[in-house]
């Protein structure tokens, strides 16, 4: 079983910044990618950046130059640093895992997601 559980998210003003992180926990032999999704009411779940376990990192076109993903491995744990945040960044922000647990295949997993709100 495998589980991703986010913190920090929250209520910022527009242009500030907020990090939130993500781990991955449970029986885990082996993550792959760890990245941030997010969804803003009434859209749909959109990529925000992912970042490989060969070190390679990709980011949405609407967050180049404002976000960073940062990953640390020993502790299965993804952070998304935020700065220069607009209202249109307001969405639920989810973690999600590619994950091999012990004694079966990879899979994607995903967080509960938190709850990112930037006011104008």
């Known amino acids: 079983q495998v589980q991703l559980v986010e913190s920090g998210g929250g209520l910022v003003q527009a242009g500030g910044s907020l990090r939130v992180s993500c781990e991955a926990s449970g029986s885990i032999y082996s993550v792959n990618a760890m990245g941030w999704n997010r969804q803003a009411p009434g859209k749909e779940r959109e990529l925000v950046a992912t970042?490989?376990?060969?070190?390679?990192?990709n980011y949405a076109d609407s967050v180049k130059g404002r976000f960073t993903i940062a990953r640390d491995n020993a502790k299965n744990t993804v952070y998304l640093q935020m700065n220069s945040l607009k209202p249109e960044d307001t969405a639920v922000y989810y973690c999600?895992?590619?994950?091999?647990?012990?004694?079966?295949?990879?899979?994607?997993?995903w967080g509960q997601g938190t709850q990112v709100t930037v006011s104008s």
């Open positions: 999600n895992a590619y994950v091999k647990p012990m004694g079966a295949p990879y899979s994607w997993y």
């Open positions: 970042f490989y376990s060969g070190g390679s990192t």
